[in-house]
């Protein structure tokens, strides 16, 4: 049986944009369909918080420059005799120095995290499977370690998740956990070598 592993705001979009007089092909059929919380996956898996990690701790530098242009700008935004041209320059300067702070390591975060998704993918297609359900939708995404040196983005103001989060789910549809479990390594896989991913590739089911 093939799943369907949809983002939430996809789906919103298709129903949104449907015209009501439009009536369905064929008769209707009972669909089960499940819900996962990518964002927290995503926090709840080793893999994804080791990239998490690596790539927080290579823009350190970079965020307390960025930082501290942020705390020049708001300075000279409080100076009513402050230069517009000497304002518009540290902005110039803080943008340039996320643009090739992207440059730099977003290629290969973007490229580690579409990997973990890949396996997220697998996970809860298998759940999913296993208990019967045709469509799954994710909603919620991680933090973007970028955002913090984001031009635009205040000193005080949190950073976005984006997506849009369901109304209501019942329980019996929420398949977090399960896949959660499912992404785990394998106790002996991770005895035969602790510091290995191997087990990651080797996902197993547990019950939503």
């Known amino acids: 049986m093939e799943i369907m592993v949809v983002s939430l705001s996809l789906v919103m979009g298709i129903l949104l944009g449907a015209q009501p007089d439009e009536t369905p092909p064929g008769p209707a059929q009972s669909t089960k369909v499940a819900v996962i919380d990518l964002k927290k996956v995503l926090e709840n898996?080793?893999?994804?918080?080791?990239?998490?990690?690596?790539?927080?701790?290579?823009?350190?530098?970079?965020?307390?420059?960025?930082?501290?242009?942020?705390?020049?700008?708001?300075?000279?935004?409080?100076?009513p005799e402050a230069n517009k041209k000497c304002i518009r320059r540290k902005n110039a300067e803080l943008a340039a120095l996320g643009k090739e702070v992207r440059k730099q390591l977003g290629e290969k975060y973007q490229k580690d995290m579409a990997e973990v998704r890949k396996l997220v993918d697998v996970c809860a297609t298998r759940v999913a499977e296993a208990y019967g359900y045709s469509?799954?939708?994710?909603?919620?995404?991680?933090?973007?370690?970028?955002?913090?040196?984001?031009?635009?983005?205040?000193?005080?103001?949190?950073?976005?998740?984006?997506?849009?989060?369901?109304?209501?789910?019942?329980?019996?549809?929420?398949?977090?956990?399960?896949?959660?479990?499912?992404?785990?390594?394998?106790?002996?896989?991770?005895?035969?070598?602790?510091n290995?991913?191997?087990?990651?590739?080797?996902?197993?089911?547990?019950?939503?």
Do not use: C, M
Not at 196 to 208: A, I, L, N, T, V
């Open 135 to 194: 469509i799954v939708l994710a909603h919620g995404s991680p933090e973007d370690p970028f955002e913090r040196l984001n031009p635009s983005r205040a000193k005080s103001q949190p950073v976005s998740n984006g997506g849009l989060a369901p109304l209501y789910v019942h329980a019996s549809a929420d398949i977090t956990n399960a896949v959660i479990v499912t992404l785990r390594p394998s106790p002996h896989l991770r005895q035969r070598n602790p």
């Open 196 to 208: 290995s991913d191997g087990g990651q590739s080797k996902p197993r089911e547990s019950k939503p």
């Open 45 to 79: 898996n080793e893999w994804a918080e080791r990239i998490k990690k690596d790539i927080e701790k290579q823009l350190e530098p970079y965020s307390e420059k960025a930082e501290a242009l942020r705390d020049e700008i708001e300075e000279l935004r409080r100076d």
